[in-house]
């Protein structure tokens, strides 16, 4: 079974802003996605990571114009399936034959004719997740993927699917300013064996520094297009926190950005990370951080910031 381990380029902003319908044509355009990619490749990051619905299709289009033209050897692909590519409202999901479709709209997309692991996107409470796993297995089964996992799962549908089939990787949102999985996702991953990937190492760049006290939100950040899954991080707790990891930063010759990078690579039982770019030259905390150790005292007092 291939083994997934480092950083991982997160191609979610490409063409839109996720998976979100009122965002598709919107977010990284094509130029700068191919920009982002040759910089990623460069740097030895050999690892994408897309979504069918990413952009509404784009992000894996932007990819496989990518790959049709550099030709990469030794590039992992991984995709995932749950949310529409063109925002019909109930085209969603994880039953077998949707699976199959999508699945083939992403390899047509990608130009590949394998992906290397594929994902279930969020949970489906509508699919038992038995038959769910029942088609992976038969996709892997057809040499169609590699391996297969989940991405927004708890312990409890982790443990589930356990109980069906082998998971290769878990990717749920991990980060200084969010640890809720180091209760029971964390170590029930490292007890069975499965890569601990995490997506949103940066919080959705609030970890990065570009969000200050009193000021307005930088014009374009996630913020002002997409603020819901960060309103929480607005408060004197974290704005102190923040103040303190630049210090850290600073003290150590580094960025918050590229500080709190190498806290998610350092902290056990996490076996990579997904970055997510806007820019080229957003990478460049990320490629120094994988280069950065933090031994498990020092983690744990950079943690004890956002206390």
């Avoid at 932007?62 to 995932?80: A, M, N, S, Y």
């Avoid at 356990?162 to 029971?184: F, H, I, M, T």
């Avoid at 007890?191 to 009193?214: C, M, N, Q, S």
């Avoid at 297009?225 to 303190?244: I, K, S």
Wanted: with cysteine.
């Amino acid at each position: 079974m291939t083994v997934f381990r480092g950083v991982a380029l997160g191609c979610g902003n490409f063409g839109g802003i996720g998976s979100a319908p009122e965002f598709f044509g919107q977010g990284i355009d094509e130029e700068t996605a191919i920009e982002i990619m040759d910089v990623a490749w460069t740097g030895g990051i050999h690892w994408f990571d897309t979504g069918d619905a990413y952009g509404g299709g784009s992000s894996e289009r932007f990819i496989g114009r990518w790959v049709r033209e550099r030709r990469p050897e030794g590039l992992q692909l991984t995709t995932k399936v749950f949310h529409s590519t063109t925002g019909t409202p109930g085209d969603v999901g994880l039953a077998p034959d949707r699976i199959r479709r999508q699945l083939e709209g992403s390899l047509e997309r990608l130009g590949v004719d394998r992906v290397d692991l594929y994902l279930a996107h969020e949970p489906d409470g509508s699919v038992p997740l038995e038959l769910t796993i029942e088609t992976f297995e038969a996709l892997r089964s057809e040499g169609v993927i590699g391996a297969w996992g989940l991405s927004n799962y708890g312990a409890a549908g982790i443990r589930e699917a356990l109980a069906a089939g082998e998971p290769a990787l878990v990717q749920n949102s991990y980060s200084l300013l969010d640890r809720d999985d180091e209760d029971a996702v964390i170590p029930l991953c490292a007890e069975h064996g499965i890569a601990y990937v995490p997506f949103g190492p940066l919080a959705g760049g609030w970890l990065t520094g570009k969000y200050r006290r009193d000021q307005a939100f930088p014009v374009g950040s996630r913020m002002t297009q997409r603020p819901g899954p960060y309103a929480g991080y607005v408060t004197e707790t974290v704005f102190d926190g923040l103040d303190r990891l630049a210090a850290e930063a600073e003290a150590r010759g580094v960025d918050s950005a590229t500080l709190a990078f190498a806290w998610v690579l350092s902290s056990p039982g996490v076996s990579g990370a997904v970055c997510g770019p806007m820019r080229p030259y957003h990478l460049d905390p990320v490629l120094k951080a994988a280069a950065l150790t933090i031994p498990t005292a020092e983690r744990d007092r950079i943690a004890g910031f956002f206390e």
